[in-house]
């Protein structure tokens, strides 16, 4: 940009320390649960499991997946995973392969086929008109079974977000099933406690539904809790897992920062890309209501990660990118993600420069303050936490904290020959 040279902040590192109580060997107790669970031990033998697999980034969830098929194959049943993602991977069959591939989840990998279709089966109707519908493959087994995370939602609230249930309720949809309920999303406020009593209900009616494999991950991406669930006891366990996976939720370290940096977005940590809860901004994309913390005034965001596959859904929440980042969009699948959800604004595009020397001067030349009194901050992504770069005008905040660490002097910010931050690792980077 044009114009007089502007000041940038120094920033120094920060480490947080947040609860880590994790699982030493996630697949054994996986393992440990279902030997212990009634539900589990009466299927028999020569019997199909279909096992849904979503699209989450959740921590060691391939060795997960594997100690459940291999629990199944002990048993002598036949197990087979299908995708349960509603419209994630291009709302095709081979896109969403693609993305249990991407997580580590392939026959070799997990030792049972895929069985991917956007085909899905009646499974009734509910109270208010939303038709439910269900993949063909996980209605046709004799036992179905769910692996999901339980967390806090980037836009649902209640005490039932993202869980076993809502994967039973849209991710099993597939596309149709997920169209249908993110229609009705408006109508309950968003509120999937609301209804889910009622829909959980007619879908154990109506499908296999044996177990699920709920998981909570702490603040450090590391699992903390895995419990085999029965059908019969989903809302209770997604409402008590959803209080503790609360509390391990990471979080940024100060209430209010001009501007966050973000380095990489992607589905596979958070439906929108970032998370929502963490950077404030739940119930509008560009403006934290009054009861919501952090309060950001302006989010850039510098690249995708490889994982998701150019679907850059939550793009839109973002006020500038990186001409890299709108270069490598896959314009029809983060279309149809956000459309299908309900959230169309997910896909709008910022302003994007082409270096990132260019957004900062941008957004300097819009603040009065002195460059050490700008609030910056700049993270990996919002589930890596543990570490963020803070400006020097931070320094005064964490003098007198014990929950974080400053490591090292404030310096300033290199760039190299294109404009864009040298760093050890180009992690914003394609």
């Not at 896109?95 to 991407?102: A, D, E, T």
């Not at 063909?136 to 179905?144: E, F, K, Q, Y």
């Not at 965001?301 to 001409?323: D, F, K, M, Q």
């Not at 919002?382 to 904290?401: G, K, Q």
Request: charged share 25%.
């Amino acid at each position: 940009m044009s114009g007089i040279a502007v000041e940038f902040p120094r920033f120094f590192r920060l480490h947080q320390s947040f609860a880590t109580q994790s699982l030493g060997d996630p697949a054994a107790v996986t393992t440990e649960q279902l030997q212990a669970s009634a539900a589990a031990a009466s299927i028999c033998r020569g019997e199909t499991v279909a096992i849904g697999v979503g699209s989450r980034g959740i921590h060691q969830i391939a060795d997960v997946t594997r100690a459940v098929v291999a629990w199944f194959h002990r048993l002598g049943a036949v197990p087979f995973v299908v995708p349960a993602m509603g419209s994630h991977g291009g709302a095709t069959a081979e896109g969403q392969i693609g993305v249990l591939r991407s997580l580590g989840i392939t026959p070799e990998s997990i030792g049972c086929p895929i069985r991917a279709t956007m085909e899905t089966v009646s499974a009734g109707t509910t109270s208010d008109g939303i038709a439910l519908q269900s993949d063909r493959w996980a209605a046709s087994a004799d036992h179905l079974v769910l692996i999901n995370r339980v967390k806090p939602h980037t836009r649902l609230t209640g005490s039932i977000q993202s869980g076993l249930c809502k994967m039973l309720m849209i991710g099993l949809g597939n596309h149709d099933g997920a169209v249908a309920f993110h229609q009705g999303f408006k109508a309950f406020d968003y509120r999937l406690d609301q209804i889910a009593g009622d829909i959980v209900g007619k879908l154990k009616a109506t499908l296999p539904l044996r177990l699920g494999v709920a998981i909570v991950e702490n603040a450090c991406e590391q699992i903390g809790h895995i419990e085999v669930v029965a059908a019969d006891d989903f809302l209770h366990a997604d409402q008590r897992l959803l209080r503790q996976a609360t509390q391990w939720m990471p979080r940024l370290p100060f209430d209010r920062a001009e501007l966050l940096i973000v380095d990489e977005i992607g589905k596979e940590i958070s439906g929108t890309g970032m998370d929502s809860n963490v950077i404030g901004r739940k119930s509008n994309d560009k403006l934290a209501a009054s009861d919501e913390w952090p309060k950001i005034d302006e989010i850039y965001v510098r690249g995708l990660t490889p994982a998701t596959a150019g679907n850059a859904s939550g793009i839109g929440i973002a006020e500038y990118t990186h001409r890299r980042v709108a270069d490598g969009i896959d314009r029809i699948k983060t279309r149809i993600n956000c459309v299908t959800a309900g959230h169309a604004t997910a896909a709008a595009m910022p302003v994007y420069f082409d270096s990132d020397r260019e957004v900062l001067e941008a957004v300097r030349r819009q603040s009065h303050l002195e460059s050490q009194q700008c609030r910056w901050l700049w993270i990996r992504n919002t589930l890596d936490l543990a570490e963020i770069r803070c400006s020097e005008a931070y320094l005064d905040d964490v003098a007198d904290r014990q929950d974080v660490r400053v490591d090292g002097p404030c310096v300033p910010l290199e760039f190299d020959g294109s404009g864009d931050l040298t760093e050890e690792d180009r992690r914003g980077d394609p």
